[in-house]
């Protein structure tokens, strides 16, 4: 079956790093994207990759390995803005989204 | 207004009643989405529209009917549903279907949150 695991919540402190890992099991691959959705609010884009390696946006960055089926999102001096969950979906053969549950995180002053 | 727009935001119904969700966008996108959204548990795709036409309805209950009268419009109309259908319902739109033409990112409304007592 397909599948996408995401830790369910994480804790890190403003300003800092955190790392937001996703693992994916697909029957075929036409990459990956990031959602961030705020509680009560739409989810909205952060970032595609289809080729391996990391690409940068300001303070967020994500990676992509396709021999792995592993991707993570890493954002950087952490605000308390960044509060969220963050929702990982992979594209299948078919182009079909297959979604995580996404990962609550958590930012302490 | 910009962006995709859902109403209501907030509803609560019994399992007798006969309500409808809509969403609208004002995007130019041809292509519209209902989701699924419940705590800890990954999105449900519905529906699908494209141009009009329904393309995708993901062996979802007869109790949730879509309607799409045009482009900018859909709705889900509701009736006789289950608690267990309590949810986050996300409206989302993209400028093409999710195909080989590359990856059509999708703008999410705010959603409507619907409890069935």
């Known amino acids: 079956g397909q599948n996408i695991d995401q830790p369910t919540e994480m804790t890190a402190t403003e300003g800092a790093i955190v790392q937001i890992n996703c693992t994916y099991q697909?029957?075929?691959?036409?990459?990956l994207f990031w959602y961030q959705q705020h509680a009560g609010e739409a989810p909205t884009f952060l970032s595609y990759?289809?080729l391996d390696g990391l690409e940068e946006k300001g303070r967020f960055s994500s990676f992509l390995s396709r021999s792995k089926g592993y991707s993570y999102l890493l954002l950087k001096e952490l605000q308390m803005k960044d509060s969220a969950s963050y929702l990982c979906?992979?594209?299948?053969?078919?182009?079909?989204?297959?979604w995580g549950a996404g990962t609550k995180l958590i930012i302490k002053p | 207004e910009t962006g995709v727009t859902q109403t209501p935001r907030h509803l609560v119904m019994g399992m007798t009643n006969k309500k409808s969700l809509k969403c609208e966008q004002h995007?130019?996108?041809?292509?519209m989405y209902w989701y699924k959204q419940s705590a800890k548990k990954p999105l449900e795709l519905m529906f699908v529209?494209?141009?009009?036409?329904?393309?995708e309805n993901n062996s979802v209950p007869s109790r949730f009917s879509p309607e799409c009268p045009n482009s900018s419009h859909l709705f889900l109309h509701l009736h006789t549903l289950q608690p267990e259908d309590s949810a986050l319902y996300l409206c989302a739109s993209s400028q093409g279907e999710q195909g080989p033409s590359g990856a059509n990112v999708l703008t999410f409304g705010a959603g409507s949150r619907l409890t069935v007592l």
């Open positions: 697909t029957s075929g691959f036409n990459g």
């Open positions: 529209y494209s141009l009009e036409e329904r393309v």
């Open positions: 995007l130019g996108h041809n292509a």
């Open positions: 979906a992979a594209s299948d053969s078919n182009y079909q989204l297959i």
């Open positions: 990759n289809v």
